[in-house]
Every structure is written in C-alpha cells, then in structure tokens.
C-alpha cells in the first residue's frame, strides 16, 4: 500500500484487529462547505465528481453516500423525506420535533406517503463508479430507524405513545425499518459498496434517550437484520450513534456490528470502552467537534497523537471527528487532524508510554 493512496483494505483490516499500513481516517458527514473549502471550489450536493475527489485527496480510501430516507447533517432540510412530507404532507409547515410531528394518530399513518417515501434514488451510486480510484470503494449511510420514527411523530408524542398507544409507534418504527432494510439491501448489491454506517442517536450526555428495554424491542432487532443482511454478503456494518452507550454496549455488539462511532468525547472515556471492548468492536473516532472548531491545530495535533498510540497498536481504530465535520469546522484544524494521521499513524505506532523513534 501507498499510504497517500485510496485502498479500503486499509479500513478492512484495521476493523478486522489487524494493522495495515496506516491508520484509517474515516468520517460518516463532512459538510459540503468544507469539501469546497479543501478543495477550493464549489461542492454541490448533486455534484458526485467533485465528492469524490475530496474523499480521495482528503485521505480517506471511500466515498460516503446516502441510502435512505434521512441523510446526516441538517436532517430535516437536505433528506429526501423532507420533500416527500413537503409535497405531500406539510403544506409549508415547519418540522416540530419537540411536540407533535406528522403521525400523531393511527389515522395520520394511514393518510402519509410511504408509497412516495420507498421511491429512493440510488443513481448516485452507479454514477460514483466512474470516480473512484484505484482500491477505492463506497461506504453506504442508512439507518436512522429511530430518529426519523420520532422525528415523524415528534418527540413528545412519541415518547406518549410508547406507554398509550404503542401498537402506533411500532407501526411507524416498523413502516420506516422496512423501507430503509429493504433500500440498504438493494444498495449492497452495488458494485463497491462495501459497508453500510447506520447513523442513528440513541443518546446523549447522561444515557439513551428512552428505556434500553424499547431500544430492544422496537429499534434492535431491526439493526441485527441489517448485520446478518451485511455479513451474509462479505460487507461491514459500522454504527454511529452520540451519548452515553453504556447500557447498550453489549447489545450492539451481539446484534453484530463491527465498528462504533464516535464514542462521544463530551461524555464517553475512549480508552476506556477500547479496554472493555476493544477485542470485539472497532473504534471510530474522539477528536471532539468543540476542539476542531474553538482549537488550535497544535491542539488537533497533540490529541491525534495521543489517540492514536492509546488506540491503534494491533489494529481496531479509525481516526475520526466526534461527531461529524460540520460547515463551522475550522479547516485548518481539519487538515491538522487528517496530515496528523498521515505522519504518525503509520504502523507499527507506539503505545502513549513511548516515544516516536
């Protein structure tokens, strides 16, 4: 391997426990902002030939693009539910995603447009096979099960109706899984799509969002569907989710994803979750969104550093954001963070308690 170039051997293998050359960086979102900014032109979202060449001379052996209803970022805007609920729905109303949403009664699920809502283009994905470089492959976004379940109904009512009416919110969970299992499993058949991320928060700083107990009767059983899916066609499944994971740790694990992102440094000790799981689940990630925005490059530097000595030894870690790299990022500590990468994460790296020869 050329450590400049492309190759998704080098995340395979460092999501396997092995090390390959260096390691990876891998992100779920980067803002189309910020690709103009690295790139020094414009980036649109439809223009794929540009995206491509920013995953590639970022440093990152992919492209990640969007399968499904919801897309990270500013999900209520950009995802392509937004126009169906636009068109067919909303008539000019906004989003409210504390109260009530657009299925607040069983009526409701039947009026909505889940015909309109199945019909996801997935012609980026074809289009995307005339720019990929030499080993590079395509990383595909899918998930959001629950969060567009409660964002449909709104959060309030969601959570309501998980004790009044829970027949209705299984509904939707169930409506929203099948359509985004069914698009992830036509996507997998794409020539080099080669991992699905499901991008799906089920917390925050103090714990998950709702009891764990509904996280395993509504929302799990659909993501070990998606794995045994992945794993049944030789592609990885990677999980994206903010907060503190600790409750659900083991449940992720055996439902069968290979890789965790961003194990959220506001709330979460990395080194920590990498001793207890490390053996089992890859690590994606820790570089926090405050420091990449509010710090300094020396800072971004100082962090990759330490990361990954903690981190990568024997494989099983990505550098990542802590989240995603947002429109507010200063590219500067952005660059820091990927030419840091490139300089010290070449392997063998050394564990925090020594020095680079």
Known sequence: MDIYKPDFDRVSMAVRHQEPDRVPLIDAAVSYEIMGKFLGKEVLAEDIEAQAEFWRKAGYDYIALTAGMMQPGKVTKDSYISRVIENKVAKGEEW????????NGPEDFDDFPWKESENIDLSKFYEAQGYLADNMKIIALSGKIFTLS???MGY???CVNLLLEYDLVKKVVDKVAHIQYETMKKVIEIPNVEAVWAVDDLAFGTGTIIRPEYFRKLIFPWYKRFADECHKKGKFLFYHSDGV???????LIELGIDALHP?????????KVKREYGKRLCLFG????DL??????????ELVIKRIRALAPGGGYCVASGNSVPDWTKLENYQAMIKTTLEYGVYPVYD?????P
């Open 96 to 103: 409210n995603l504390e109260k009530k949403g657009f299925i």
């Open 150 to 152: 409660w964002m449909l």
């Open 156 to 158: 309030e009512n969601f």
């Open 245 to 251: 994971l600790d409750d659900v740790m083991e449940d």
């Open 263 to 271: 194990i959220d440094p506001t709330c979460m000790d990395i080194e």
């Open 286 to 289: 820790n570089i926090p969104n």
């Open 292 to 301: 990449l925005m509010q710090g300094t490059p020396e800072e971004i530097r």
């Open 352 to 356: 925090q308690e020594k020095t680079q």
